[in-house]
């Protein structure tokens, strides 16, 4: 089992919906990330939160809202998505800021269709 | 034998063969490698990663090797198994938390 948890494990909605994807972990890590992933493509990343504050936006559009309420806990709240929206989304944390880089761990995603 | 299709290069091994995964990375600035290995239906599991002052770095089973001056990183599993059967990326750190993912490659593993 993964320690990163993410829920829900699938998802579909309209165009018009507004829903949310959760992830959680208790590691202890102070970065946590958000990733889009294709089917047969590499994750590419959306958000960086550092210590609870956003980081790094990859100019991701804004129907799509990040939030890190705790150092445990982010979400990504979705809202007018497209069809081309529907992807693997993928939470993943790191212990944070230090020297050099350090290992993601990932959840299992979520995996979204958008009608 | 490996082959590139359409979207996911794929490397095709006999069990117990050593298999030998390639990626060129970008960012000659890039100072932290991770190789991840991504199973069906799951999220991306870290393999072993290397700094960029090393150039070979061992871990069960696993080897990763750097070579900076082409920009190249290659994942060497021995005696693979059929659980070693999955997309295999490369991740590139060239700043502050940002990680870059190579395209991938589809290992398949020949009982």
């Given at each position: 089992d993964t320690e990163v948890t993410q829920t829900p494990k699938h998802l579909v909605m309209g165009m018009t919906n507004k829903k949310s994807l959760k992830c959680e972990q208790?590691?202890?890590?102070?970065a946590m990330y958000w990733y889009k992933q294709k089917a047969k493509k590499p994750p590419e990343l959306m958000f960086v939160y550092s210590y609870e504050k956003?980081?790094?936006?990859?100019?991701?559009?804004?129907r799509f809202s990040p939030e890190c309420p705790n150092s445990s806990l982010l979400n990504l709240h979705l809202h007018?998505?497209?069809?081309?929206?529907?992807a693997l989304y993928l939470c993943a944390s790191s212990?944070?800021?230090?020297?050099g880089g350090q290992p993601q761990h990932f959840g299992d995603g979520t995996r979204l269709s958008i009608l | 034998g490996e082959s590139v299709g359409l979207h996911l290069p794929t490397l095709s091994v006999q069990e117990g063969d050593n298999s030998i995964i390639n990626c060129a990375y970008s960012n000659?600035?890039?100072d932290y490698f991770i190789w991840y290995k991504q199973e069906s239906g799951k999220g991306p599991q870290f393999i072993i990663d290397i700094r960029s002052n090393m150039d070979k770095r061992q871990g069960q089973r696993v080897t990763v090797l750097l070579n900076k001056t082409v920009k190249h990183l290659s994942l060497q599993i021995a005696a693979?198994?059929?659980?070693?059967s999955a997309v295999y990326f490369c991740a590139e750190t060239g700043?502050?938390?940002k990680v870059t993912f190579g395209i991938g490659t589809k290992l398949q593993v020949i009982p």
């Amino acid at each position: 089992d993964t320690e990163v948890t993410q829920t829900p494990k699938h998802l579909v909605m309209g165009m018009t919906n507004k829903k949310s994807l959760k992830c959680e972990q208790h590691m202890g890590h102070r970065a946590m990330y958000w990733y889009k992933q294709k089917a047969k493509k590499p994750p590419e990343l959306m958000f960086v939160y550092s210590y609870e504050k956003l980081s790094i936006n990859e100019s991701v559009p804004s129907r799509f809202s990040p939030e890190c309420p705790n150092s445990s806990l982010l979400n990504l709240h979705l809202h007018a998505l497209q069809p081309e929206d529907s992807a693997l989304y993928l939470c993943a944390s790191s212990q944070g800021q230090g020297e050099g880089g350090q290992p993601q761990h990932f959840g299992d995603g979520t995996r979204l269709s958008i009608l | 034998g490996e082959s590139v299709g359409l979207h996911l290069p794929t490397l095709s091994v006999q069990e117990g063969d050593n298999s030998i995964i390639n990626c060129a990375y970008s960012n000659s600035a890039s100072d932290y490698f991770i190789w991840y290995k991504q199973e069906s239906g799951k999220g991306p599991q870290f393999i072993i990663d290397i700094r960029s002052n090393m150039d070979k770095r061992q871990g069960q089973r696993v080897t990763v090797l750097l070579n900076k001056t082409v920009k190249h990183l290659s994942l060497q599993i021995a005696a693979t198994q059929p659980g070693d059967s999955a997309v295999y990326f490369c991740a590139e750190t060239g700043g502050y938390q940002k990680v870059t993912f190579g395209i991938g490659t589809k290992l398949q593993v020949i009982p």
